[in-house]
């Protein structure tokens, strides 16, 4: 975000080392692109700050799972465009 790139999704763990997942989300909620599409991934979904994120995923998934959301988000994207 600080870099100014251009990205539409970010995927993030809930439980990191040096953060967690929500705190990346009320970081990037609160920044100049809050439109972000937000996906939290956990293996403890009663940790996850459900009214920050776009959708959330249980550990373990499938690759398949993720790749799902992607072109959903994709998708989404490209309509609204």
Do not use: C
């Amino acid at each position: 975000l600080a870099m100014d790139k251009a990205f539409d999704l970010v995927i993030t763990d809930i439980q990191m080392p040096l953060t967690d997942g929500n705190e990346v989300a009320r970081y990037i909620r609160s920044s100049s692109k809050p439109g972000v599409s937000l996906v939290a991934m956990t293996v403890f979904p009663d940790e996850i700050e459900r009214e920050l994120f776009d959708y959330s995923i249980e550990k373990p998934f499938k690759l398949e799972t993720i790749d799902k959301i992607i072109r959903a988000f994709g998708d989404r994207n490209a309509e609204a465009e």
